[in-house]
């Protein structure tokens, strides 16, 4: 009976360079949880990985290219849905932000993307681009049609996410413990104008 080719034994599982790439972005999430961003080194992750330095900067040219690659499923907001009803759009928009800005990693790499945009304009260009605009484009069409169907008593949308975004990233990544209770509720309590 013939042996199994090497090439074939090489083929089965995941590739080589995916089971490094996600050690990788393994060692970045457990340094970002162990010791933030600012400690956070290119040189410490490949020690932590086992992978070498040369290889991390392959995929990753810099430390906010790697950071926001090891933490996107956390960072993605996602976009607001159209549900045909200002309520559950608002709703939808405004639990994003607080399920997001409240994770752990989430909060650790969006404040680094945020406070370090001068010193990393790529990062925060990146994060903008990628999270930050897809939301609000969609989150601002959502109230755009609840000013339309006159259930939204603000004309300017663009002072409405400015109140939604802050608020919750106040609550969320500034205070030492999060204070989201009733937050969802007050913020439309604001905006909306009561049908009843």
Do not use: H
């Not at 995941?14 to 060692?27: E, H, Y």
């Amino acid at each position: 009976m013939a042996e199994p080719s090497t090439d074939k034994k090489r083929s089965r599982g995941r590739p080589r360079s995916q089971k490094t790439k996600d050690g990788i972005l393994a060692a970045t999430r457990e340094l970002l949880f162990a010791s933030g961003y600012q400690r956070l080194t290119m040189e410490g992750v490949a020690a932590r990985s086992g992978a070498s330095k040369a290889t991390v900067y392959r995929w990753w040219p810099t430390k906010g290219a790697l950071v926001l690659d090891a933490a996107a499923d956390e960072i993605s907001i996602g976009v607001v849905p159209d549900c045909g009803n200002t309520r559950d759009e608002l709703q939808e928009a405004i639990g994003q932000l607080i399920e997001t800005f409240s994770k752990p990693l989430a909060s650790i790499v969006i404040f680094a993307a945020i406070t370090t945009a001068e010193a990393d304009p790529a990062m925060a260009a990146a994060f903008r681009e990628k999270y930050v605009y897809p939301w609000r484009v969609s989150a601002a069409a959502a109230i755009d049609r609840g000013i339309a169907r006159g259930e939204i008593a603000s004309k300017d949308p663009q002072f409405v996410l400015d109140v939604i975004v802050g608020t919750v990233f106040q609550r969320t990544l500034v205070m030492k413990e999060p204070m989201t209770d009733g937050l969802e509720a007050r913020l439309l309590e604001l905006f909306l104008i009561d049908a009843g």
